[in-house]
Nanobody
Framework: QVLLGESGGGSVQAGDSLRLTCVFYGRTFSSYVMSWFRQAPGKERELVATITSGGSTYDADSVKGRFTISRDNAGNTVYLQMNSLKPEDTAVYYC????????????WGEGTQVTVSS
């Protein structure tokens, strides 16, 4: 069983920065792919960024150049640094994980709200 605990959301102005944190509990962190998803009101959940166990990253086009995903394998933690925030980044952000051998995400955090006002 894996548990994920997110923190770091909040209400900010456009152009500000936030850093989201997700702590991983229960299994060998380095064997898991970590991702951040988000879901805005009335919209489908979308993948924001992914980091593999080896540190390779993927960023959605909508956040490329503004958001950075990173992980600390010693601390069982993944981060999402969000810079130059825009109102369209407003959403609930979810941390999710899957084992490196899995095809679908197995575990999800409860989400943290990010609200960006203009």
């Amino acid at each position: 069983q894996v548990l994920l605990g997110e923190s770091g959301g909040g209400s900010v102005q456009a152009g500000d920065s936030l850093r989201l944190t997700c702590v991983f509990y229960g299994r060998t962190f380095s064997s898991y792919v970590m991702s951040w998803f988000r879901q805005a009101p009335g919209k489908e959940r979308e993948l924001v960024a992914t980091i593999t166990s080896g540190g390779s990253t993927y960023d959605a086009d909508s956040v490329k150049g503004r958001f950075t995903i990173s992980r600390d394998n010693a601390g069982n933690t993944v981060y999402l640094q969000m810079n130059s925030l825009k109102p369209e980044d407003t959403a609930v952000y979810y941390c999710a994980t899957k084992h490196i051998s899995a095809s679908t995400y197995e575990y999800w955090g409860e989400g943290t709200q990010v609200t960006v006002s203009s």
